[in-house]
């Protein structure tokens, strides 16, 4: 399979010919992750393959690896990547950046909030069925500032959770987000976790360690992500810390 492929080709991919050029260390595996790609679309005789952007080079591997051994080359079609919630990298669970289809509606409206405003549109593009007429009066009207960026987004955080869940749900999650953001109240659905004695050291238990526990975060490395993007508070207060510790006896409102 290898030999069907050259290292002229695969630096022709924009990535590896940077690194290639500035000395940056590229591993073989690297090189192997989109031949293996490419023979997938063998295997299963792929007649359509569709990826994002960032992975039309494998797309394209994959076309003229089906033409070398006789099969119809595949049509690649590509689209946008969505840009995470902290707006500059694409959104990635291992990032912490994203916003889970499985999760509560309450914690996708807050999500959903919190994305900078200058993305915003092209979230209604590509995780909406709005058309490109309706979007585009949304883009205008803020732009001419006859509408708020917030209630712009309060719209698209409702119809990301219709889609997902129903349209009470969506409302519920809307009231939910303003007793706590606007009217600094506790919501009346709380879940609450009792941290095992295993994590906890002198007395004490470290935040990331308490979020990972309680499946706030897949990792303690998401929840040091989190903290240090302003997007973790504590009885209101926000954390910046990554090594901030809890006092192991107490409630606490994250």
């Not at 917030?150 to 889609?163: D, G, Q």
């Not at 090594?243 to 107490?250: S, V, Y």
Request: glycine share 6%; net charge neutral; proline share 4%.
């Amino acid at each position: 399979l290898t030999s069907r492929f050259t290292v002229a080709r695969m630096l022709e991919r924009d990535d590896f010919k940077k690194r290639f050029k500035s000395n940056t260390p590229i591993a073989i595996m690297e090189f192997l992750y989109p031949i293996m790609q490419a023979y997938d679309s063998i295997a299963i005789e792929a007649d359509v393959e569709l990826g994002g952007t960032d992975q039309r080079f494998n797309l394209l591997m994959g076309r003229e690896l089906q033409k070398e051994l006789s099969q119809k080359p595949q049509i690649a079609i590509t689209m946008p990547i969505l840009v995470g919630t902290g707006g500059i990298e694409k959104m990635s669970k291992s990032l912490g950046n994203y916003i889970g289809v499985d999760e509560s509606p309450q914690e996708i409206f807050g999500k959903v909030m919190s994305i900078p405003d200058n993305i915003m549109i092209d979230y209604f593009r590509l995780v909406t069925t709005l058309n490109s007429k309706e979007i585009r009066e949304i883009e205008d009207n803020i732009k001419k500032e006859k509408l708020n960026p917030s209630i712009a987004k309060r719209k698209l955080a409702k119809i990301i959770i219709e889609n997902l869940y129903t349209k009470n749900d969506a409302l519920e999650a809307e009231e939910n987000f303003d007793l706590i953001f606007k009217k600094k109240g506790i919501p009346d659905k709380v879940e609450e976790f009792v941290i095992n004695d295993d994590i906890i050291i002198n007395g004490k238990v470290k935040l990331v360690n308490a979020m990972t526990a309680s499946s706030l975060t897949s990792s303690n490395s998401e929840a040091r992500r989190l903290i240090n993007q302003g997007a973790v508070r504590l009885d209101g207060t926000k954390i910046i810390n990554p090594e901030f510790e809890l006092e192991a006896k107490g409630e606490f409102r994250p």
